[in-house]
């Protein structure tokens, strides 16, 4: 498996996160999933992800920002963030902490969620998936400002299994929508029911054009 590349590291924050207790057109949970952009935009990005996944880092790295400031930002595209776990041992783990994170800050400050979901991808090392463990994620989150340790293992503890369903419902959507690997994205059109896929760290570049065939179909 190859490393992501680490030419471009920038951090990318929404300023607009929020929750959504529905269901998407296109048939996705979106209950308790991370979330950016307007509420109205036209364009939904489903983005399945793995904290192990090394090509997830080239996204988050190199192509998110410009993502963000160009479409996110401006209102075209929405953000919804689900978790694929299919890298090694400690990906289902990693993301019930992601999960119970954004639960904790949603309301409060989401911006919060956003700095742990970067620091995580941070710690990622280019030699495999070994360096995950509980120890790993436990700091992460203890250096995380606004985010406390304690309301986090208090929803890991007592919402742990229902995290878990919540999160296989996202495997199970991705399979449903012929995704098979990590990072995997669906863009959808709210308002013309049309979709496309993409899967891998595509460059800035080809989300641009997926999302203005999207928008123009």
Not at 167 to 180: E, H, P, R, S, T
């Amino acid at each position: 498996m190859a490393s992501s590349s680490e030419s471009n590291d920038q951090e990318y924050t929404p300023s607009d996160s929020h929750a959504d207790d529905g269901t998407s057109g296109f048939g996705i949970e979106l209950a308790g999933r991370p979330i950016a952009g307007d509420t109205d935009a036209p364009i939904d990005i489903y983005y399945w992800t793995d904290y192990l996944c090394p090509f997830c880092k080239e996204f988050e790295t190199e192509t998110l920002p410009k993502l963000g400031s160009n479409h996110i930002e401006t209102g075209d595209v929405r953000l919804v963030t689900l978790f694929y776990p299919n890298i090694g041992e400690y990906s289902m783990p990693s993301a019930v902490w992601g999960r119970c994170v954004w639960q904790q800050v949603v309301d409060s400050g989401p911006g919060a969620f956003w700095k742990w979901h970067s620091a995580a991808f941070d710690a990622q090392a280019g030699d495999g998936h070994d360096w995950a463990d509980e120890e790993t994620f436990r700091q992460i989150t203890e250096e995380t400002n606004a985010v406390a340790v304690s309301d986090v293992d208090a929803c890991r503890n007592s919402r742990g299994e229902a995290v878990r369903e919540s999160i296989n419902d996202d495997l199970d959507a991705g399979v449903a929508a012929n995704i098979q690997g990590t990072p995997g994205f669906v863009l959808y059109n709210r308002e013309t029911d049309t979709a496309g896929k993409l899967v891998g760290a595509h460059p800035y570049e080809n989300f641009s054009k997926a999302i203005e065939q999207v928008r123009d179909a």
